[in-house]
C-alpha cells in the first residue's frame, strides 16, 4: 500500500512558467514533509522541507503548500529554468521512518 | 553532502551468484538504510538498521539480507541475485536538521543482474 500518493508522473513546463507537484498521504501520524530534487546518476538530495504547524514554507523559487485537513501537499516552482529539469519526489516521515512518493520526472523547456 | 559512500558504483553479475554492497559513513549516524529504486516505484525500503546489530526489514525485503558490525559500515547481501533485482540501489542516513531528523542519500549503486 502506497502511504504516499505523488502525481502528476511527469511534468513539461515551459521556461518562465510554474512547475506544481502534488502528494496526499493517509497518515495522520506523519510529522515530516520533505521534498526530494533528483538528477540523472546522482542521489536523492533535499530539496526543502515542511512540518505540519504550518502551512507554507518558502525557500527561494520553492514553495511547499500544506493542507493539513485535506491531506495534501505540493511543491511549486516558480520561473521554472531548465536547470530544474530533474525528478522530484515527495516524502512524509514519522520520526525515523520515511516514506516516498514515487517520483515526478520534470522537463523545463527553454 | 552527509558523508555517504557506496562501493561498488556500478556492478553486472549473473543470476544466482552472490552479490554485496557496501554503504560507509563518516558522520556516526544511528540509523542507516537501504533503499532500491525502480522506474514507477519511487524509493522503496529494504532494510534498516538502528544500530551496530540492530536491524529490521523494510517493504521489500524478500531476497536480501543487511549486517552491521560497526557503526560507520551497513552491508546489503544479495544470497542469490534474480534478475528482478536489477535496480539502483541507494544507502541513506538520518541526520538532524532543525527541529527533526531528515534523511540523506548517498550516489548510488546501480546493479544490473544478467
Known amino acids: 500500500q502506497q502511504q504516499v500518493k505523488q502525481s502528476p508522473q511527469s511534468l513539461i513546463v515551459q521556461k518562465g512558467g510554474i512547475s506544481i507537484i502534488n502528494c496526499a498521504y493517509e497518515n495522520t501520524a506523519f510529522d515530516y514533509f520533505p521534498w526530494y530534487q533528483q538528477f540523472p546518476g546522482k542521489g536523492p538530495a533535499l530539496l526543502i522541507a515542511i512540518r505540519p504547524d504550518v502551512s507554507e514554507k518558502k525557500e527561494g523559487r520553492f514553495t511547499i503548500s500544506f493542507n493539513k485537513s485535506a491531506k495534501q501537499f505540493s511543491l511549486h516552482i516558480m520561473d521554472s529554468q531548465p536547470g530544474d529539469s530533474a525528478t522530484y519526489f515527495c516524502a512524509a516521515a514519522i520520526g525515523n521512518q520515511f516514506y516516498f512518493g514515487t517520483g515526478t520526472s520534470l522537463t523545463v523547456i527553454p | 553532502d552527509a558523508g555517504i559512500t557506496q562501493s561498488p558504483r556500478h556492478k553486472v553479475t549473473e543470476t544466482g551468484t552472490p552479490v554485496t554492497l557496501r554503504c560507509h559513513q563518516t558522520?556516526?549516524?544511528?540509523?542507516m538504510y537501504w533503499y532500491r529504486q525502480d522506474p514507477g516505484h519511487g524509493l522503496r525500503l529494504i532494510h534498516y538498521s538502528y544500530g551496530v546489530k540492530d536491524t529490521d526489514k523494510g517493504e521489500v525485503s524478500d531476497g536480501y539480507s543487511v549486517s552491521r558490525s560497526k557503526t560507520e559500515d551497513f552491508l546489503l547481501t544479495l544470497e542469490s541475485a534474480t534478475s528482478s533485482q536489477t535496480s539502483v540501489y541507494f544507502c541513506?542516513?538520518?541526520?538532524?536538521?532543525?527541529?527533526?531528523?531528515?534523511?540523506?542519500f548517498g550516489p548510488g549503486t546501480r546493479l544490473l543482474v544478467l
Open positions: 541513506a542516513i538520518t541526520r538532524g536538521q532543525g527541529n527533526g531528523e531528515t534523511q540523506y
Open positions: 558522520e556516526n549516524h544511528r540509523y
